[in-house]
């Protein structure tokens, strides 16, 4: 349930052209892993660009995604490979350690198959950094809901891993794996911090148990 922990030495340097992977209802979030499982042509191709340069890639929402290119979200997170593997039948599987959110300054007009952007990471800044910490009532509410959420939803956790994990690992795993959709998750990628994400997730949760209330009414 961990995010991949980085020295702050070692942290990656993020480029300034950046290639980006639209990507629905999924959330990196910095020091959180992503695992892919890449088939798709031009995404095949960003990934061995990526290898053989910054090891960054984008991970970022369309606003539609049945459009082809679709537009996109304004703020995605950049990764970087942290794992990458070719399998024997033409795919890749990688994962995706987050380093940092970024905005978009401008998408580019490129000859490969896959997107391109300008990123502006200098607003998320503290993505690099230690995240503010959770207060002990938000983190024990959090809990609360979080069981309620699973009941509501017919799903188990593994209490003890929960009660035992730090506060980024819980909520950057709650964010990823828990069914929102596209437009919840967005807001949970950009909350401005980690308490205000814990309050997100509180949030979405509790209105997803009155959510399915009022449709057995």
Excluded at 11 to 39: C, H, K
Excluded at 61 to 81: F, K, M, N, T
Excluded at 113 to 125: G, S, T
Excluded at 196 to 215: E, H, I, N, P
Aim: hydrophobic share 40%.
């Amino acid at each position: 349930m961990s995010p991949l922990e980085i020295p702050d030495d070692e942290l990656p340097e993020l480029p300034p052209t950046l290639a980006v992977f639209p990507l629905s209802g999924a959330v990196l979030l910095p020091r959180g892993v992503l695992p892919l499982n890449i088939f798709e042509p031009r995404y095949l191709a960003m990934v061995r660009d990526a290898m053989a340069g910054s090891k960054a890639i984008g991970i970022i929402q369309p606003r539609d995604p049945e459009a082809d290119p679709s537009p996109l979200y304004d703020v995605g997170c950049a990764g970087h490979i942290s794992d990458f593997r070719e399998t024997g039948d033409g795919r890749i599987i990688i994962a995706l350690t987050g380093v940092s959110r970024f905005g978009i300054v401008r998408e580019l007009d490129v000859t490969t198959r896959y997107r391109q952007v300008v990123p502006d990471y200098a607003r998320f800044e503290h993505d690099r950094g230690e995240p503010r910490a959770v207060a002990a009532a938000t983190r024990a509410q959090l809990e609360t809901t979080l069981k309620d959420y699973l009941d509501d939803q017919g799903l188990s956790a593994d209490w003890e891993a929960v009660a035992g994990a730090d506060d980024e690992s819980l909520i950057t795993t709650l964010s990823a794996v828990c069914p929102f959709d596209p437009v919840e998750k967005q807001a949970l990628l950009e909350a401005v911090d980690l308490p205000a994400r814990a309050a997100t997730l509180t949030a979405l949760m509790t209105f997803a148990q009155g959510s399915s209330g009022d449709m057995l009414q």
